[in-house]
Nanobody, 117 residues
């Protein structure tokens, strides 16, 4: 049973920065593609960024050049650095893990990021 725990959400001003963290427990970290999704009121949950064990990354067009995803394989932790945030970045951010071999998905509880002046 995989568990994902996020932290780091909060209130940030437009143009500011924030770092989210997510720790995985209950399985072997290297078998998972990790990522971050977000959901704001009235919208579907959308992919923000993903990262493989090899450190290959993928970003949504809306965050390219502003957000950076990374992972510490030794500590089984994935990070999302939010830079130059916009009002549109306000959402609940969810940590995501997908088993690269069997396709099973896991989700964290979510952490609120609010961008406001």
């Amino acid at each position: 049973q995989v568990q994902l725990v996020e932290s780091g959400g909060g209130l940030v001003q437009p143009g500011g920065s924030l770092r989210l963290s997510c720790s995985l427990s209950g399985n072997i970290f290297s078998t998972y593609i990790m990522g971050w999704y977000r959901q704001s009121p009235g919208n579907q949950r959308e992919m923000v960024a993903t990262i493989q064990f090899t450190l290959a990354t993928n970003y949504a067009d809306s965050v390219k050049g502003r957000f950076t995803i990374s992972r510490d394989n030794r500590k089984s932790t994935v990070f999302l650095e939010l830079n130059n945030v916009k009002l549109e970045d306000t959402a609940v951010y969810y940590c995501y893990a997908r088993n690269r071999y069997i396709g099973r998905e896991s989700w964290g509880q979510g952490t609120q990021v609010t961008v406001s002046a």
